[in-house]
């Protein structure tokens, strides 16, 4: 077996160019594989890290906006210990916001809400955060607070670790101090709390006690700190756009190296005829073959697996944003596990990609393998052109017909569409070259008739465009994409444009903004009212507490000033209390029809509201996932939500909407706000999907490489393989600039040919990506936008005609003679 | 007991009007330890012949009988198993594998046959001393001359001790003094190891070296 091992390692020694492609080809699919796989875990992890290191052992979060006891609370359990907090928002001596959070530091120490550094505090003294003391508060300061209209005096102890709760808002001005503290200020009792936080001591029944709470108190605001399903319902949506990058890098990478491996093989024919004449039976042979491709699959898969679990972390870090925490860095794990399914993954597919073609060339006699009879013409096989018409037209067919269609069956369908294209591409060729024949006939052109029958009728012609045709459709889809994912603002940003500053985060409601329209400089004020919360649940006729496939946001104006939502066929002022508009494609997606009654159960609301379903909106301007829905202003405000989401700011004209942030924000004598100019809130928004927008590009870029290697790589051993045609041509009729010219002109046409197709091909699958999006809940509506593609098109054009040096070059330094000495 | 038996062998190229009748109904036999030389015009099916009994063609009818053993009803892996063990091919441009040097070209039959290297040590000695190329062992085909890389596909075909050598115009690509050299091979191991061989060849002075003629002409022998 020493003897097969150094001849497989020698093959691969000898053609290092297409060992190494082969190798890159599994190991962007592996790391891909790898970063899908892994990528949803990992989120989950970070952010659950993330979380726990900011709640500590705190597991349930209890809140009201009224004091309350921890008595007044019915719980259906007693083994817990709790923390409460007391807090209040007043002013400094500079009239600036600054908030107190009141607790039992030492408790909150061993809750680990707060950092080891922190000690108990007596009555008026006071911790800062590390905000504070960037800003020149120092230990032994004493601050006055303003709170109701009475001053107080304050002592400061010393800074406090960005830790715990001091690391929610790091740039905030806040202080810590006693629960007497607070209480004395606020004057309320000992034992009130605003906010308690439990520790239900390793139970895991933590659900059912917040499920207790909701359904047995009023008023409170129940969660868990660290909710699972939550987290992983986030993740998983990620997860689920690489896995449809790594089908299409997969799809792209099979025909690479598909079309690497036939040449390989052709190549090594009477290898294998030699190894069959000494007695090696078909079995030994086919093994041998496969091990040396299992080889590839090995190294790539080692390498795959651990390139992909770095990149994992990299892709991970650019999907979080929680807001203002830091992210915990989940330390890069590598296991054997991951290295093992990175293996067996990169051979499985390399192996299946290249079996057929092994056996199929095995089952040659071995006369026709020692002496190679294969020559460079193609074959066309009826049985598989007429499969790859028939998956090609039923893929679209079913595409059409089945209506709600799952992730899964639009990725198969996409395969049956691709494979079909790839079958039927020869025969398409044929029927061109022969049109391209009678053309070149009739203008009396011998060059363009010979070129034209190779185009249809030669092997590395037809597997090189076929290359081209799936590498380019898959990658304009891809492009598409990632064209419009960046787009995804562009309505926004145009709903917005007469709007200079958002402030996000506000906690009133919106009378009680009317001084801000007192202030030097502010034209109007607007409000953006709406009501997001994910424990809502339907009841439609006989179905019962049902989910939607996201929770809906609920969306109400005064009046129509901005677009954020564009009515389709029922006017937003004319919603009564119970009527509704929902998103058409949300209403699509759940199945939910004009007339329709619909009742909204809202969770932490404990209400439910029946509506009439009155006619659909477009919100594809307010969110991607379009999970909106539409009510009538009274009752949003009344009954949701009385505080809005947003507050937009109009300036006068002539004042710096930069300016004008700082004005307004001192103005506000609120914790907690955001103020933004515009193009800072959307450019915040836009770099959260432009981390998905480089891994897209990075997977395009490396994916053109790969194709485009592969084309050359095509060329080198097309011209290799047509040697002795080409001297034969050469000794009789053609001298070598006719031949060059034959050689250019078939690059020129089957290159256009297979880019036209290409264009068609892109169109359908760019359909396809768009519905898997939908079908995840991203209405990225992408458009097919032909400019784009081609200019895409022309790039890759340029440099397939490139790839002709190739050929010219060996033309020049080749010896007739020496190629038809043997014939 | 003949080790090879040709019975009505006919075999045809191509279907309806493009056929062509190669073999049209052979019949002959050649003993253990025969040396038989082949002989006849270009196309007159000498290698279609020799193919047929190696087992790398299937006949249109008629039968190979080797060591009275029907080929034709042997399965795949007893096929590969008769022309790994029991036949010896050496074809006219020497067919060696480019990057296994002189020795590992001659001990692919043994690894073939799942056989320990080890154990073929002493053999391979012996043979690379009769082909006379013990100081080239470690050498890639190319570095060897035409008349060197045909006494190594010798060699590999001689390394299983097999029964019968077919060799298709052996020298048909030597200068004269090695194809003397080879055919000088091939009387020694005729004589020495007693093994059968049939092959093709085109010279008079070449088919001198054995002790029968077999002469094919239009598919026929006469
Ligand atoms: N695979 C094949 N298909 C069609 N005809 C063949 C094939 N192989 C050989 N022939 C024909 O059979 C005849 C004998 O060929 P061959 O045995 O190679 O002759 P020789 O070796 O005596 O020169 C020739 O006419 C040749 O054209
Ligand atoms: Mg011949």
């Avoid at chain 1, 890159?24 to 290191?53: A, G, M, N, P």
């Avoid at chain 1, 086919?286 to 990149?311: D, H, Q, R």
């Avoid at chain 1, 709406?530 to 969306?555: E, M, Q, R, V, W």
């Amino acid at each position: 077996m020493k003897i097969i091992l150094k001849h497989i390692l020698r093959n691969l020694k000898e053609h290092k160019m297409r060992a190494f492609l082969i190798f890159f080809s599994l190991l962007v699919s592996t790391s891909v594989f790898v970063i899908s796989l892994t990528i949803s875990d990992d989120l989950t992890i970070k952010v659950e890290d993330t979380l726990r290191s900011v709640y500590g052992n705190a597991e349930v979060q209890v809140a009201t906006v009224d004091p309350f006891k921890l008595d007044d609370l019915k719980m259906n359990k007693d083994k817990y210990s709790y923390l409460g907090m007391s807090s209040l928002d007043g002013v400094d001596a500079k009239e600036k916001p600054i908030s107190i959070l009141g607790m039992d530091i030492e408790k909150a120490v061993d809750f680990k809400l707060l950092g080891n550094d922190a000690k108990k505090l007596a009555l008026n003294e006071i911790y800062i955060n590390k905000n504070l003391e960037d800003k020149g508060y120092k230990k032994g300061q004493v601050i006055k607070l303003k709170y109701e209209d009475k001053e107080y005096n304050l002592t400061i102890k010393g800074v406090i670790e960005n830790k715990g709760i001091a690391s929610i808002r790091p740039d905030d001005d806040t202080f810590f101090a006693s629960i007497e503290t607070v209480n004395s200020i606020k004057n309320i009792e000992d034992g009130n709390y605003d906010t308690i936080y439990f520790d239900l001591k390793n139970n895991n029944k933590i659900g059912e006690f917040v499920d207790y709470i909701k359904d047995h108190n009023d008023n409170y605001m129940v969660a868990k700190t660290v909710d699972m399903e939550s987290i992983k319902e986030a993740t998983s949506m990620i997860s689920t756009i690489m896995y449809l990058i790594l089908l299409m890098a997969t799809i792209m990478i099979y025909f690479v190296i598909s079309s690497l491996n036939k040449i390989i093989l052709a190549e090594r024919i009477p290898v294998i005829g030699t190894f069959r004449s000494v007695g090696a039976s078909r079995t030994k042979m086919n093994l041998i073959l496969v091990l040396e491709n299992a080889l590839y699959g090995i190294f790539a898969g080692l390498f795959g697996a651990i390139i992909g679990t770095y990149l994992d972390s990299y892709c991970s870090s650019v999907f979080i944003t929680a807001d203002g925490i830091d992210v915990a860095k989940s330390s890069v794990s590598l296991s054997v596990g991951t290295i093992l399914i990175g293996i067996l993954f990169a051979t499985l597919l390399q192996i299946i990609i290249v079996v057929k073609e092994i056996i199929r060339t095995n089952k040659k006699p071995i006369k026709d393998l020692i002496f190679n009879t294969q020559n460079s013409r193609y074959k066309m096989r009826k049985k598989r052109t007429v499969i790859g018409f028939i998956l090609l037209i039923s893929s679209i067919i079913l595409f059409v017909l089945i209506k709600n269609i799952d992730m899964l069956t639009i990725g198969v369908l996409l395969i049956c569409f691709i494979v079909g294209v790839a079958n039927t591409l020869p025969l398409i060729f044929q029927l061109i070259s022969k049109c391209l024949a009678y053309i070149f006939k009739k203008i009396g052109w011998s060059t363009g008739i010979i070129t034209s029958k190779n185009i249809g009728y030669n092997k590395m012609i037809i597997s090189s465009s076929r290359l081209v045709v799936i590498a380019i459709s898959l990658l304009s889809s891809i492009i598409l994409m990632s064209k419009a994912t960046a787009d995804c603002f562009t309505g926004f940003r145009e709903v917005t444009k007469n709007v200079d500053l958002m402030i996000s985060n506000p906690h009133k409601s919106s009378e009680e903004y009317d001084y801000l329209n007192d202030i030097d400089g502010v034209k109007e004020v607007q409000f953006l009212n709406s009501y997001f919360a994910d424990d809502i649940t339907y009841t439609k006729g006989k179905n019962k507490n049902k989910k939607f496939n996201l929770p809906p946001g609920f969306y109400a104006e005064k009046e129509r000033k901005n677009v954020y939502i564009e009515e389709i066929d029922y006017k937003i002022s004319d919603l009564k209390d119970d009527e509704i508009l929902f998103d058409e494609k949300y209403a699509f997606k759940n199945n939910i029809k004009k007339g329709d009654k619909i009742t909204m159960h809202f969770g932490t609301l404990k209400k439910s509201y029946t509506y009439t379903v009155k006619g659909f909106v477009n919100a594809s301007n307010f969110n991607v996932s379009r999970n909106m829905v539409v009510v009538s202003y009274n009752h949003l405000i009344n009954d949701l939500n009385g505080i809005p989401m947003q507050l937009h700011i109009v300036l006068d004209k002539g004042y710096d909407p930069d300016e004008m942030k700082d004005v307004v924000h001192d103005a506000m004598k609120e914790v907690g706000i955001y103020v933004q100019t515009t193009e800072e809130y959307i450019s915040e928004q836009e770099g959260q999907v432009a981390g998905i927008i480089a891994i897209v590009y990075l997977v395009i870029g490396i994916s053109v490489t790969l194709a485009f290697i592969g084309i050359l790589n095509n060329q080198v051993i097309g011209f290799i393989n047509r040697r002795k045609e080409i001297a034969i041509l050469n000794s009789t009729c053609m001298n070598k600039t006719q031949i060059k010219k034959m050689l250019a002109l078939e690059t020129i046409l089957s290159n256009f040919i297979s880019l036209f197709i290409a264009t068609i091909v892109s169109f359908i699958t760019t359909i396809f990506v768009n519905n898997f999006m939908m079908n995840i809940g991203l209405y990225l509506n992408i458009k097919y936008d032909f400019m784009t593609v081609f200019k895409f098109e022309l790039i890759v054009y340029i440099l397939l005609l490139l790839t002709l040096f190739v050929p010219f070059r060996k033309l020049k330094k080749m010896n007739i003679v020496d190629e038809i000495k043997y014939e | 007991m003949s080790i090879i038996k040709i019975d009505k062998l006919v075999k045809n190229f191509g279907k309806g009007e493009n056929e062509v009748k190669v073999l049209k109904g052979l019949n002959f036999e050649i003993e253990k330890g025969e040396f038989v030389s082949l002989m006849g015009a270009s196309g007159s099916g000498k290698s279609t012949l020799l193919y047929l009994i190696g087992g790398l063609d299937k006949p249109t009818s008629g039968t190979v009988y080797i060591n009275d053993k029907d080929i034709n009803t042997l399965k795949e892996k007893e096929m590969a198993k008769l022309r790994r063990k029991d036949i010896g091919f050496v074809f006219q441009f020497y067919n060696l594998v480019q990057n296994l040097t002189v020795e590992e070209n001659i001990m692919l039959p043994v690894v073939m046959d799942g056989k320990k290297e080890k154990d073929y040590k002493d053999r391979l000695d012996k043979i690379l001393s009769i082909i006379g190329l013990s100081d080239k062992r470690k050498n890639l085909p190319n570095e060897l001359s035409g008349g060197q890389q045909q006494r190594v596909s010798i060699a590999r075909a001689m390394i299983l001790s097999p029964n019968i050598i077919l060799a298709d115009e052996p020298i048909g690509n030597l200068d004269s003094k090695s194809g003397k050299e080879v055919m000088d091979l091939f009387k020694k191991i005729n004589k020495e190891e007693g093994i059968t061989i049939l092959q093709v060849t085109h010279s008079e002075e070449s088919a001198k070296y054995g002790n029968r003629i077999i002469r094919l002409k239009d598919g026929e022998i006469i």
